[in-house]
């Protein structure tokens, strides 16, 4: 479990590296947000190096989700 500020900088990353994906695409949200919460769990935390992750997540996502 993350504390309140962590929370809001993963949901905030999230949200600005997909804000081109539907909410609706589920599928592609969650791969990115899979990746972002890896590098979080690697004890990474810089806002700028999580939405590289998404952005590389995103980019790589499996082209089904897209």
């Known amino acids: 479990m993350f504390d309140p500020a962590t929370t809001a900088l993963l949901r905030a990353v999230l949200d ?9 695409e589920t599928g592609t ?19 700028d190096h999580l939405k590289q992750v998404g952005r590389e997540a995103l980019s790589d996502a499996p082209t089904m989700w897209r």
């Open 16 to 24: 600005e590296v997909c804000e081109n994906i539907s909410r609706a």
């Open 29 to 47: 949200r969650t791969h990115v947000a899979s990746r972002i919460l890896e590098a979080v769990t690697r004890g990474d935390i810089s806002p």
